[in-house]
């Protein structure tokens, strides 16, 4: 004897207070909200060990209009600040390297 399938009503979206609501619009946790808010940037940067950057990224990003070197559009910030945290920390590498007190036998 075959089983028939059970149809599935549509779900409803979940309910989200109002509160909460406009808050997970604003900060959706993803870095897909453009431009960012200081605080979430500050937080991001914080928790990668770069903290003082934070309003230099800003500052370089928000002069651009939060475009792209080459005039795209950013998506998504957070793959922003995380080449351009890396690309920092190679500068400062390289920087490192070329000082007089910079020594390979360590």
Known sequence: MKRKAKRALPREPNKVRE?????????????????????????YFDQKGEAELTEKFFNEHDS???????????????????????NHRQEVKRMFRQSPFYNESL
């Open 64 to 86: 651009r209009g939060w475009k792209t070197p080459t005039g795209g559009t950013i998506y998504n910030w957070k793959v922003c600040a995380a080449e351009w945290i890396y």
């Open 19 to 43: 509160s909460s609501k406009t808050l997970t619009q604003i900060h959706d946790g993803m870095g897909t909200s453009m431009p960012p808010d200081k605080d979430v940037l500050q937080i």
